[in-house]
């Protein structure tokens, strides 16, 4: 499965976008890109996956690029309860998680 | 749709001592996993059942823990004896197939083991 990688930590303002990067160069064809956050104290949640196209749900946004090399996730209005840690994970035969993205929020 | 239903939440036994965790996944799913998320880190996957199957139990380690899953729904996860490293929390997950599938997994809120 093609590895990550995240910026260890963000931090945006409440109310405004956030938009957390995610590198995936040695994805294959058929491999999608998932977002999964945690919470503190909670199990992961899922957000959105994507293969080609960019995506939107109720959530968030997800935009992948042409290449499909990176992707950015996109919290259009970021809350206070958005804080959390953003796992971006190529599935191929399972998920493997990395370290993440701490996102704070701030008011 | 009732979600993922993990117990105990909570966890407090001391080395060698034997501990299990329990799991019901989401209905109907066929495909039930079990995570270990150690402080700091994302979670790991520990083993992966299809139905009453295992179809991976690669990072497992068997001389301590086994698990579960008898009728292809709910699973038990033990540990027997436990160490001061297993601390960690437990996390399960369902999936709708699995295997051969990329698909969303859906994972419970886990059980926070502290080993003393």
């Known amino acids: 499965d093609a590895k990550t990688t995240q910026p260890t930590s963000m931090d945006c303002a409440e109310g405004r976008a956030a938009n957390l990067p995610c590198n995936h160069s040695?994805?294959?064809?058929?491999?999608?890109v998932y977002w999964y956050r945690q919470i503190h104290s909670q199990g992961p949640q899922y957000i959105i996956h994507?293969?080609?196209n960019n995506e939107t749900n109720e959530m968030a946004s997800l935009i992948i690029t042409e290449d499909r090399k990176s992707s950015t996730l996109i919290l259009p209005h970021a809350t206070l309860r958005d804080t959390a840690v953003y796992y971006c994970i190529v599935m191929g035969s399972k998920l493997t998680f990395g370290k993440g993205i701490t996102l704070s929020v701030r008011p | 749709e009732a979600g993922v239903a993990q117990s105990p939440r909570y966890k407090i036994i001391e080395k060698r001592q034997s501990v299990a965790f329990w799991c019901n996944p989401i209905s109907g799913h066929a495909t039930l996993y079990w995570y270990q998320q150690i402080l700091g880190q994302g979670p790991k996957l520990l083993i992966q059942f299809q139905n009453n199957g295992v179809v991976d139990d690669s990072q497992l380690p068997k001389d301590r823990f086994s698990a579960e899953r008898l009728k292809g729904v709910d699973s038990t996860l033990k540990i027997q004896p436990a160490k001061l490293e297993d601390s960690a929390v437990y996390l399960c997950?369902?999936?709708?197939?699995?295997?051969?599938?990329?698909?969303?997994?859906?994972f419970g809120p886990g059980t926070r083991l502290l080993v003393l």
């Open positions: 994507g293969l080609k």
């Open positions: 040695t994805i294959s064809g058929n491999e999608y």
């Open positions: 997950a369902s999936s709708p197939r699995g295997t051969g599938y990329q698909e969303t997994q859906y």
